[in-house]
């Protein structure tokens, strides 16, 4: 058990001047959302947080409801090469590529929501990542969603870990959406703007427990090495 008073472990997303904004990075215990509007780059953001776990010798799980495994460790190659193949990968992909008929890929696949906490209740990880939780929510019941959050945020305080959750934006209705930033210990939003003839990304913190966000609108942009941040400015 830990002491009355102890320093709050925190977890680096991986990009440097992201982690000096939030004064080390995500507090552990932590569920983090990230709403993404489609090619906001929240996928490349997934990458970086689960390589930074690697390389820093902790147990990382990530959780693949759009992409095979292969495809994923190939994307996250160039951040780093040599740490991916540590990478634990749920996989929810490939077994319906592979299977011949609907019917066999059904007798393949497993219930993937309580197989997560299933999995959860008998394995601790420091870091898990679900990209996306928009397959949840379409072959699920909203309630048991939003149950499955509640019940990460508990693991994570047990584990004293940070589980870290993809949702595309405009997909659901505002009332879910508002729902599931209730739920989250964190909420950030990645949105595209277009200005005059460039689009631009945008980084926005609407909620961060036990951590002071930046108030800023940051700007970043996607490159072969990942997202790489502007520098900080307010953003009208």
């Known amino acids: 058990m830990r002491p009355k008073f102890f320093v709050m472990k925190q977890f680096k997303t991986g990009i440097l001047s992201l982690d000096a904004q939030l004064r080390g990075g ?55 090469g040599s740490a991916i193949e540590e990478l634990e990968i749920l996989d929810f992909v490939s077994p319906k ?47 048991e969603v939003f149950k499955l959050i509640e019940d990460l945020s508990a693991i994570a305080k047990k584990d004293h870990a940070v589980h870290l959750l993809l949702l595309t934006k405009g997909m659901f209705d505002s009332q879910t959406e508002t729902a599931m930033k209730h739920v989250a210990d964190g909420v950030i939003e990645l949105t595209l703007r277009e ?21 800023a609108i940051l700007r970043y942009d ?15």
């Open 222 to 236: 996607l490159t072969e090495k990942g997202i790489r941040m502007e520098s900080v400015m307010r953003v009208l």
């Open 195 to 215: 200005v005059e003839n460039e689009v631009q990304r945008r980084l926005k913190f609407l909620k961060l427990k036990r951590v002071l966000v930046p108030k």
């Open 97 to 143: 590529i592979q299977s011949s008929t609907p019917r066999d890929f059904l007798r393949r696949m497993y219930d993937p929501l309580n197989g997560i906490k299933s999995l959860l209740s008998s394995e601790s990880f420091d870091r898990l990542i679900i990209n996306n939780l928009t397959f949840f929510l379409m072959h699920y019941d909203k309630e």
């Open 26 to 80: 995500f507090p552990e215990g932590s569920v983090i959302l990230i709403l993404e509007d489609p090619g906001a780059g929240g996928e490349v953001f997934t990458f970086h947080f689960a390589v930074e776990g690697v390389k820093n010798g902790e147990k990382v799980l990530y959780v693949t409801t759009d992409d095979p495994a292969d495809y994923v460790r190939e994307n996250m190659r160039p951040l780093n």
